[in-house]
């Protein structure tokens, strides 16, 4: 009876609280309609310069082809590789496409002309995607044999069909919702109690430790159940997104998930004082955790030293997991050692949060 009152008065201070409810109903909204068409991996908007040299018909051509493509944004023609380098030194342009005096000449002899394709290296992914892009044109335009090679191979596509970076990313999303709602939270929740100084009132009572720790943690689970009832139904409703593989694993890995942050979090709230000190403490190790997650890049591009990290990263485990059953399909086998591997690292938290936490501080 006494872990009931005390999450009533949890719930109580929540609602009571004019910025928590306002947060808990727009974060997820906001992550779900913002972040899925900006976290996009994709190169577009490229903007080129063309320098053509030969003026043929030809050598239009390929420029008309480079003005239809969907990746690029034709700036407009220069007249010299001088002129069309500025652009790029003033941020005008990222690529410039130099098309040689002799390029039709060199085409109709069967010959390879060689055109100089120079790119603004500054922000090396898109300088590099949009030389592949910008490549990819040129050579179909100068070899349409390989063209035709290249339209003879067939790609079947078991997943995600229509490649479509949203189905990629909006379940990863669901990580960073459970890192604020039962990481963040919790731990401020905590830590102001202690400024505050009601903490100490509850600490010279007969409450146990145990039910102290679950009334401040439990309705944070709740509001975490709810917010990734309200993610589905986002993905759903304004994408067509749906899970392929079974929805009760969706929540069970979610709340092993909220188990370890809300663990983790906790831990960090016993050995703070301040808010100050608990936020940038939390905002340390959850950016490690997320940038070293495979969130955002695959974690076999990171360097080995790096690689290691996933293997204690319980946001891999979680990410790897819940792309797994939301895209692929699949069923607990295919995500048992994760699961495993997610309740193993939340156990472990937890028992420390729990011997950290001093009730007669």
């Not at 949890?10 to 109903?25: C, D, H, K, S």
């Not at 018909?57 to 493509?69: F, P, R, T």
């Not at 891999?316 to 495993?340: C, E, M, N, S």
Request: glycine share 4%.
């Amino acid at each position: 009876m006494t872990l009931k009152y005390l999450i009533q008065k949890e719930f109580l201070q929540i609602r009571r609280n004019t910025f928590l409810p306002r947060l808990i109903f727009l974060f997820p909204i906001v992550i779900m309609c913002v972040m899925p068409w900006v976290m996009s991996m994709e190169v577009r908007n490229i903007v080129v310069d063309v320098v053509d040299n030969d003026r043929t018909m030809s050598s239009q051509q390929l420029v008309h082809d480079i003005e239809a493509s969907n990746y690029f944004i034709f700036h407009g023609q220069q007249p010299t590789y001088q002129a069309a380098l500025a652009d790029i030194e003033t941020g005008k342009a990222d690529v410039v496409l130099v098309i040689p005096q002799d390029y039709s000449r060199d085409l109709t002899m069967g010959l390879q002309p060689q055109v100089l394709i120079a790119a603004n290296a500054v922000n090396g992914t898109k300088g590099a995607m949009g030389s592949a892009y910008l490549s990819q044109i040129v050579t179909a335009h100068a070899l349409p044999e390989a063209a035709t090679i290249q339209s003879k191979v067939s790609t079947l596509l078991l997943y995600n069909k229509h490649q479509n970076y949203k189905v990629f990313m909006i379940p990863a999303l669901f990580a960073i919702v459970m890192m604020l709602m039962t990481g963040f939270l919790p731990t401020l929740n905590i830590v102001g109690e202690k400024e505050a100084g009601t903490i100490e009132q509850i600490n010279v009572t007969p409450v146990s430790k145990w039910a102290f720790i679950l009334s401040k943690l439990i309705p944070y689970w709740l509001i975490a159940l709810f917010v990734i009832t309200a993610g589905l139904l986002l993905a759903w409703g304004l994408y067509g997104i749906t899970s392929s593989g079974p929805i009760w694993l969706v929540y069970v890995l979610a709340m092993l998930l909220a188990l370890f942050f809300s663990s983790f979090g906790l831990i960090v709230s016993n050995y703070s004082d301040t808010m100050q000190q608990a936020v940038f403490v939390m905002w340390f190790f959850v950016v490690c955790l997320m940038l070293l997650s495979g969130l955002f890049t695959p974690t076999r591009s990171m360097p080995h030293w790096a690689y290691l990290t996933t293997y204690v990263n319980p946001m891999h485990y979680f990410i790897d997991a819940i792309r797994t059953v939301f895209i692929r399909g699949g069923t607990f086998q295919a995500v048992a050692h994760q699961i495993l591997a997610l309740l193993s690292i939340g156990l472990i938290m937890a028992c420390w949060a729990v011997q950290s936490y001093k009730k007669n501080n």
